[in-house]
């Protein structure tokens, strides 16, 4: 099957030597896209600026911006059969980024922010993405509710939400602790384990909720 996954955090410039961003490593996205490699399927991996080497067998698109991942989903998504949203994506971006760089001034500087795309928000939406859906979620408080809340409105099939308020999981961190809500109001929590473990139990979970297809993607019974 074509899996498309985003990764990593996105870049929103402020002038040309300073942006804002988000901590994270990457290691989630990259890890489902090892193991979606693995597994056989044609895997595009929509990359935000990361320290990690590429995944060998996969199409890496490389984007900076929110819009710039944005642009790279809307024009990869057709065809897939799976799209995994795991990306950081900057909710915000500086509304009238600098040519130049900014100087200093005294005393306070306000900067004026506007929202970016929402994404994974678009799929559905905008997009007319008609295949299975997985959302990521980085909670700190209250964590069920709102995973729930945002798989009904951004139309998931699947959000895996993690807290970041717990030390040594989540952004940057080798492991992860996840739970997994489904659409049909299943839950499921899965032990702490690194992300690469936990890309493969993820994945082997989707894989058993599709359909599956023979070589020439016609459905086996
Ligand atoms: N996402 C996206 N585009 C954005 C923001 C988020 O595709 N502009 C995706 C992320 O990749 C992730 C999911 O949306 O799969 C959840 O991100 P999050 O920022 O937690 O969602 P929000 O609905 O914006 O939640 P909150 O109100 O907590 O910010």
């Not at 490699?37 to 990690?52: C, D, I, N, Q």
Request: glycine residues 8%; hydrophobic residues 40%.
């Amino acid at each position: 099957m074509r899996i498309l996954i985003t990764a990593g955090p996105t870049r929103e410039a402020l002038d040309p030597v300073r942006y804002l961003s988000i901590r994270s490593s990457g290691r989630m996205g990259y890890a489902l896209a090892d193991a979606a490699v693995a597994g056989g399927h044609e895997v595009v991996l929509v990359s935000g600026p990361v320290s990690l080497p590429p995944v060998a067998g996969a199409e890496v698109v490389s984007v900076e911006s929110a819009r710039a991942m944005y642009e790279a989903v809307r024009d990869r998504l057709p065809g897939c059969a799976i799209a995994i949203f795991c990306a950081a994506v900057a909710d915000y971006r500086p509304r009238n980024p600098a040519d130049q760089k900014i100087k200093k001034i005294d005393g306070i500087m306000t900067l004026e922010l506007e929202r970016t795309e929402d994404i994974l928000g678009s799929a559905r939406s905008v997009f007319g993405f008609r295949g299975f859906l997985v959302g990521f979620a980085a909670e700190t408080n209250e964590g069920r509710i709102h995973a729930r809340e945002k798989l009904r409105r951004k139309g998931c099939d699947l959000l895996v939400s993690n807290d970041v308020s717990r030390p040594g999981t989540g952004f940057e961190a080798l492991e992860n602790e996840v739970c997994l809500h489904y659409a049909d109001g299943r839950e499921e929590s899965l032990p702490r384990a690194v992300k690469t473990i936990l890309a493969e139990e993820i994945l082997r979970r989707i894989e058993a909720l599709l359909p599956r297809h023979d070589d020439h993607g016609t459905a086996l019974s």
